[in-house]
């Protein structure tokens, strides 16, 4: 037994031991949309995969859509026999499941790592992007921002109702940024945060923010860009599964609302070298805004990645603090890139473009390669905000124009993958084109 083994089986017992109750383990890993798929294992066979025994699980389901369907994507799914593909457990992921009925484990996995890792799945495509970059010397610290909302329970003909506010009982529909909203609802906020840090999840601010029932919740800094991804992943899924506990609903949905705020995944992100030196401090801060031009211009190609769905497109109407055009600024709010006051030691871009709902492995990785390549580059970035409000560059708020403008930029193929960039891109079109087959109750209004 080799050393990584020995420590998963150690990690195995260690977990039995203090939570001799658990009978069964979820071994989880991140679709291509931003859901978990997996196994639920008893407790006894997953020390013997920790040990070594073979775990594997259907290429394909990396390749699910948002309701769960297989497309025809060139070759896979339909034409490739669904193979297995091996699959490997994620050390230090081993926690417990306690927003359950019945005690649980929950535990990553990924192919990453594996004799034949798959190349489109996004754990896979952040892990080549962070490994390439380490070979250049470049190694990033991130910390992740996550908003979302609260909802009543019961939806209401379909609909979403706002949460009641546990001290009046009575809907909270005032939105605001009172410190008196994070009293009225702390019962379920103090519970996600303690179960986030059941996760290993070191959550830090919590902030009330300008929608009915929104809140944003923030992590801490990382210089393991992996980790820092699942974090981000398994918060969503431990926040769900607390606030159906305390009877309500949370959702990372980009816009649920038309008339309030959306829901955002803001990613910051520093760059340091092997001595520890910040990179986008050194030479008067020149390569930050080297690498602000390269996030910029690569920006408009990603914008499957940082708006995956139709609904995520509506977020990035003009609202409150959400970019319409790639732009940047120092300390402002309605960039997508704002530079955040600091030392030099602590230099770093805050990316707020995504919405809440996007994959955080592709989320950072698309980050990352637009950092890289503006670095590389060495151009000059456009005015900052601060200088001229009506800088920017345009970016597709269509999915279909979005998806053709990311499948065929050269570089963004280079940096995250050709084959991803493909799968990637036909798994959204794909998807795109069956919400659209839905007749919804407006067009009757308007044509019938």
């Not at 840090?197 to 959550?203: E, F, L």
């Not at 159906?244 to 760059?271: D, E, T």
């Not at 959400?322 to 600024?329: E, I, K, L, P, Q």
Request: glycine share 8%; charged share 25%.
């Amino acid at each position: 037994m080799d050393a990584v083994c020995s420590d998963l089986v150690a990690e195995v017992r260690a977990f039995r031991q203090r939570f001799p109750d658990v009978r069964y383990v979820d071994l989880i890993a991140l679709d291509i949309p931003g859901h978990f798929y997996g196994k639920r294992y008893p407790i006894e066979m997953l020390e013997k995969v920790a040990a070594g025994s073979a775990l594997k699980l259907p290429q394909n389901c990396v390749l699910l859509g948002t309701q769960g369907g297989l497309f025809k994507i060139g070759d896979y799914c339909f034409n490739d026999g669904d193979p297995d593909a091996p699959r490997r457990l994620v050390p230090g992921t081993l926690k417990i499941v306690d927003w359950e009925k019945q005690p649980l484990g929950q535990m990553l996995i990924t192919s990453s790592g594996t004799e034949k890792p798959i190349v489109f799945e996004p754990r896979e495509v952040l892990a080549q992007v962070l490994d390439r970059l380490a070979r250049k010397g470049i190694f990033p610290v991130v910390a992740f921002e996550l908003e979302f909302y609260l909802f009543d329970r019961q939806l209401r003909d379909g609909l979403p109702q706002f949460a009641r506010d546990p001290l009046t009982d009575d809907a909270d529909d005032q939105p605001n940024m009172h410190i008196e909203r994070l009293s009225r609802f702390a019962p379920v906020l103090d519970d996600m945060v303690e179960t986030a840090r059941a996760q290993g999840i070191d959550t830090t601010v919590i902030t009330a923010e300008l929608g009915p029932g929104q809140f944003e919740i923030n992590f801490g800094h990382l210089d393991d860009g992996l980790r820092a991804a699942d974090w981000a992943a398994l918060f969503c899924r431990s926040t769900r599964g607390v606030a159906l506990k305390h009877n309500y609903r949370a959702s990372f949905m980009a816009k649920p609302y038309l008339q309030h705020p959306g829901s955002g995944m803001h990613v910051h992100v520093s760059l340091y070298d092997e001595a520890g030196n910040n990179l986008l401090a050194a030479n008067d801060q020149q390569p930050l805004r080297h690498a602000v031009a390269g996030c910029l211009e690569l920006l408009p190609h990603c914008m499957p990645i940082f708006a995956p769905n139709h609904n995520a497109l509506r977020r990035l109407s003009g609202t409150v603090n959400v970019a319409t055009r790639a732009s940047w600024g120092f300390e402002d709010r309605d960039a997508c890139l704002r530079v955040p006051e600091s030392d030099a030691r602590n230099l770093r871009i805050e990316h707020r473009l995504a919405g809440a709902d996007a994959n955080p492995y592709l989320v950072l990785a698309a980050i990352l390669v637009g950092l890289e390549q503006g670095l590389e580059a060495g151009r000059q970035p456009i005015a900052p905000l601060n200088e001229d409000r009506s800088s920017g560059i345009n970016f597709p708020l269509e999915m279909l124009e979005a998806v053709q403008s990311m499948q065929h930029h050269p570089q963004l193929r280079e940096g995250l993958g050709a084959e991803f960039v493909n799968v990637y891109c036909e798994n959204k079109r794909q998807d795109h084109l069956a919400f659209m087959q839905d007749i919804n109750a407006r067009e009757y209004r308007w044509y019938l």
